[in-house]
């Protein structure tokens, strides 16, 4: 328990959830996702399933805002929409497999950055190659787009890599070289 004797058992265990839900907080912070959408996720991993007014009275928060955190966590499938028996009211529960959460918000990113940057060296390609097949660009601007052109043709290979890597994960090949520990 903690060092405060005044105390009860469930304050510890209350705060004993509050500091990893601000650790969560704090990491998703660290990949793109908002504090205050951490916090939701966080909140929610030590909750079997919520509605947007349970979330709300939990948190503080407004329900649009709310609503827009669930939102941004579902695109990342690390929250998925559940049905209550009985009510009509949407809820949601949070992933708590940290190795599914892994390879749902990872792979997203990832592939992401990938589709993004090679469609981006695709069309940045095919303008360089308009200056490098046109006789009348100087020498000066060729080399320039030539060297250009080749930077971003040894950057390909890192974006096909982590197509690949997300490929592992997905499939679940990434544990058979990495295989997951057990507690001990």
């Known amino acids: 328990m903690s060092?405060?004797?005044?105390?009860?058992?469930?304050?510890?265990?209350?705060?004993?959830?509050?500091?990893?839900?601000?650790?969560?907080?704090?990491?998703m912070d660290l990949y793109g996702v908002t504090r205050s959408a951490g916090t939701l996720y966080g909140t929610m991993y030590f909750e079997e399933d919520m509605t947007l007014d349970e979330m709300r009275e939990k948190l503080g928060m407004s329900k649009p805002s709310m609503s827009t955190?669930?939102?941004?966590?579902?695109?990342?499938?690390?929250v998925k929409q559940t049905f209550r028996k009985g009510t009509r009211r949407q809820t949601f529960v949070a992933e708590k497999d940290f190795f599914n959460f892994f390879s749902n918000f990872f792979t997203k990113k990832w592939l992401r950055e990938a589709?993004?940057?090679?469609?981006?060296?695709?069309?940045?390609?095919?303008?360089?190659?308009?200056v490098l097949d046109s006789s009348e660009v100087d020498e000066e601007t060729k080399r320039e787009a030539e060297q250009i052109f080749q930077q971003l043709e040894?950057?390909?290979?890192?974006?096909?890599?982590?197509?690949?890597?997300v490929n592992a994960i997905e499939s679940g090949e990434i544990f058979d070289l990495l295989p997951i520990d057990s507690n001990e």
């Open 154 to 165: 040894e950057s390909k290979p890192y974006y096909l890599w982590l197509q690949k890597l």
């Open 115 to 130: 589709k993004i940057n090679m469609d981006a060296i695709k069309h940045a390609q095919m303008e360089l190659n308009s």
């Open 69 to 78: 955190g669930v939102k941004k966590l579902q695109n990342y499938d690390i």
């Open 3 to 27: 060092n405060n004797y005044e105390e009860t058992p469930q304050q510890t265990v209350e705060n004993a959830k509050a500091l990893v839900v601000d650790s969560l907080a704090e990491t």
